[in-house]
């Protein structure tokens, strides 16, 4: 089957880093995903990785490596308005996203 | 309108009853997709459409239908709501079927009693 693993829950001081890690087995690999979503509303695209490494947007970092089926959202100099849900998704053989169930973070001051 | 439109936001529906949620985009995305999104569980596909004319099922077809008869409108039917059908349903779209990003519509919460 297809399955896609992230933590349920994370907290995080204002201002810190945190690493957000998202391990996946699905059938074939075309692509992994970050995505945002604040309560009550619709997601939104953070960061994309298909070879091995680090790929950097402003404070939004994610890491990818295929051999071992993970990857990892990092997130610097968190900010209140960082606190919402951090889906991860992989798009499989069939070029169809398979989802993670998301990870809420809270950001405490 | 700029993006990606679904009507109703929300709707209490009774069981038995059919139920047709819409969606619009305006941005000539030739691929559109429905999920149903569950407390505790991933987004679950339903149906998709790589271009205008065709459809395909996802993970949770059951219970759901979809037509693509232009670029713009994606329609997603219940045919006779059940209980297990209440969740919050979302449309998006991508340039294409191998683009990298879909943008989400901003969702309907469905209640089936």
Request: charged letters at 20%; aromatic letters at 10%.
């Amino acid at each position: 089957g297809q399955n896609i693993d992230q933590p349920t829950e994370m907290t995080a001081t204002e201002g810190a880093i945190v690493q957000i890690n998202c391990t996946y087995q699905t059938s074939g690999f075309n692509g992994l995903f970050w995505y945002q979503q604040h309560a009550g509303e619709a997601p939104t695209f953070l960061s994309y990785n298909v070879l091995d490494g680090l790929e950097e947007k402003g404070r939004f970092s994610s890491f990818l490596s295929r051999s071992k089926g993970y990857s990892y959202l990092l997130l610097k100099e968190l900010q209140m308005k960082d606190s919402a849900s951090y889906l991860c998704a992989v798009r499989d053989e069939d070029y169809q996203l398979i989802w993670g169930a998301g990870t809420k973070l809270i950001i405490k001051p | 309108i700029a993006g990606i439109t679904q009507a109703p936001t929300s709707q209490i529906l009774a069981a038995g009853r059919r139920m047709t949620l819409r969606c619009t985009q305006d941005m000539r995305h030739n691929a559109m997709y429905w999920y149903r999104q569950d407390l505790g569980l991933g987004l679950r596909l339903i149906h998709y459409s790589n271009t205008a004319g065709t459809t395909g099922k996802g993970e949770v077809p059951d219970g759901y239908s979809v037509s693509r008869a232009n670029t713009d409108d994606f329609p997603l039917t219940l045919a006779s709501a059940v209980p297990s059908q209440t969740s919050v349903y979302f449309c998006a779209s991508s340039d294409s079927a191998d683009n990298n990003e879909q943008f989400f519509g901003p969702g309907t919460r469905l209640t089936v009693l």
